[in-house]
């Protein structure tokens, strides 16, 4: 008999409260396994040489690698929250934009809808506050 | 016989590494952040610990999507700072303690904590950045260092009540090295940041400051935080402070604060930053 473990949480109830938070895309296995070879293809990108060939030409680039189109569109056009959706994750997509030389302020800012200016203005100003955006199904 | 003397917590902001490595640490948008770290600075000169256990998470770095360790103890001789993308941070070689950490990684499995043993990997920004802001910009750096990675990337990341049991666990072991050492143990990554989404840029003080404060009057609150409070209340990085417990769960009961610093915004985020001392 398997002992019960009864401080232990339903995985599903986990796993949708992971889903309830607007504007996120937390990095579950479902996305890590949808965004394997995105992911894996911007690993080849913390080596100089490979930087140097993927600027040469993104699209035969991007070829080598057994992604879906959707996920080379998502790079090709740095549309980084479609990359989300697609199961890219952040620290992986880091090395597409260390390679094109902007900085996460810059790269994450494109993410919000806001401009660079804009974005940079409110982190100075204190952030985002979480005030209606803890939840979608209740928010507060 | 070895003992912890003390804990360290801090953000571990890539930005910050990159300010430090260009000389921009008092231009105007850096000077208060890097202003917190200095007290840090002076006092670590004056304590010149021999180990830091310092725990942090690999940023897709040592590990892709190939390997997924949970709990990662660096048992290799020596370190390089990593490409993550813009070459390497041009910091010193970052030296092992093997004999600690193959210790610490024994007494630990006994312990149920079943951990990853790594001899050979690069160690990103989340290592070496909390490095730059505790001892400057030295040509060596002055105490080894044993690398300990948690997963906080791929979820579920560990719980905070079992990263506070791995400190406790990590406190057993250093408790049993018979060497006559002094050893610190960081925990660092956060405070509150989002990095991805519509909703990136989140920042919650409030929540961060109650954070710095249990972890020296509830740390008992903190532990079973559910990993949801951390998403919704400090943003989908924030997660990362659950790497603070480990820190915290090593330096026993009771504690006081010896220095605190807290700093919006860095890049992203909000910068947090306490030293602990345990008490007897």
Known sequence: MITENPKRQDIHEYLAELEDIPGTRVFTTARARKGYWLNQFCMTLMKAENRARFKADERAYLDEWPMTEVQKQAVLTRDYNAALDEGGNIYFLAKVFFTDEISFLQAVGTMTGMSAPDYQAMMIAGGRPPVGLRSKKDPY | MARITAGVASSHIPALGATIDHGKTQEP????????????????????????????????????????????????????????????????????????????????????????????????????????????????????????????VTYPPPSGNRCYALGEAIARAVESYPEDITVQIWGTGGMSHQLQGPRAGLINAEWDNRFLDDLVNDPQRLRHIPHIEYLRETGSEGIEMVMWLIMRGALGANVRALHRHYHVPASNTAVGHIVLEPIA
């Open chain 2, 29 to 152: 948008y850096w000077k208060d952040c890097f202003a917190g770290y200095d007290w840090t600075r002076q006092w670590e000169a004056a304590q010149k610990p021999d180990v830091v256990i310092l725990v942090y998470n690999d940023h897709a770095t040592a590990f892709d999507m190939n390997f997924i360790p949970t709990f990662a103890i660096g048992c290799a001789e020596r370190y390089k700072s990593a490409d993550e993308g813009w070459g390497p941070r041009p910091v010193p070689e970052v030296i092992g303690d093997p004999d600690l950490a193959w210790h610490i990684a024994q007494s630990c499995i006994l312990d149920e904590f079943d951990m990853t043993m790594v001899n050979q990997m690069d160690v990103d920004h989340g290592l070496t950045v909390p490095l730059s802001l505790m001892f400057g910009q030295p040509e060596a750096w002055p105490c080894k260092v044993v690398p300990l990675a948690v997963n906080v």
